[in-house]
Every structure is written in C-alpha cells, then in structure tokens.
Nanobody, 118 residues
Framework: QVQVVESGGGLVQPGGSLKLSCTTS????????MGWFRRGPGQERELVAT???????RYLDSVKGRFTISGDNAKNTLFLQMDNLKPEDTAVYYC????????????WGKGTLVTVSS
C-alpha cells in the first residue's frame, strides 16, 4: 500500500520560512505528478504547487516567487520551500501523489499544519 506522509509544519512569524517534506513509500518518479494543496480556516482546499515527472511546475498565483516545489527521487521525498510567509498562508498543507495508468489513482497524506502568526 502506498504511503504518503507530510512533515515540517509548525508556527512561524510573518516573513519567516518553513520547508515541508512529503515522503512516500515509492520513488517519486513512479508517480505521474505530485503536488501540495492547502485548506485554510473556513476555506476550500486549494492547489498550491504541482510538479510533473518532466519537472514542469505550477504555482498558485499568491505564492509565486515565495514558494518552491522540488523533489529528491533518491529520498522518495517531495519538498515545498516556503519563504516570506504571510498570515494568509496559515493552513493544513496536504501532499498528493498521482499515478496515471489506465486510471488515475490519487494518494493523499494526512496533512501538516502551518501557522503564520506573530
């Protein structure tokens, strides 16, 4: 069974940085694409950043220039470097891994909480 586990969340002051990790039980190259989503207080879940196997990345407009998605295949880990954090970035951050064969299979982690507050 595929495992997806996020880590790295915590409390940080505005302007600070955090690096989230998403460790999977498979090489990240086994997945067709991977991404980070978040759900803020009272908000719908939204896409934050995605990365395809060809390295193509996509970001939510509000995080462009502040967040960077990357992966380390040897460590089975996807990262999200978050800089210049703002209070509106407060949310539970989820990792999703998608494998596309004849069907699309999605694997989600349980999330890690990021709180940006002074």
């Amino acid at each position: 069974q595929v495992q997806v586990v996020e880590s790295g969340g915590g409390l940080v002051q505005p302007g600070g940085s955090l690096k989230l990790s998403c460790t999977t039980s498979e090489r990240i190259s086994w997945f067709s694409r991977m991404g980070w989503f978040r759900r803020g207080p009272g908000q719908e879940r939204e896409l934050v950043a995605t990365m395809a196997t060809d390295g193509t990345t996509r970001y939510l407009d509000s995080v462009k220039g502040r967040f960077t998605i990357s992966g380390d295949n040897a460590k089975n880990t996807l990262f999200l470097q978050m800089d210049n954090l703002k209070p509106e970035d407060t949310a539970v951050y989820y990792c999703k891994a998608t494998r596309i064969t004849t069907t699309n299979t999605e694997y989600w982690g349980k999330g890690t909480l990021v709180t940006v507050s002074s």
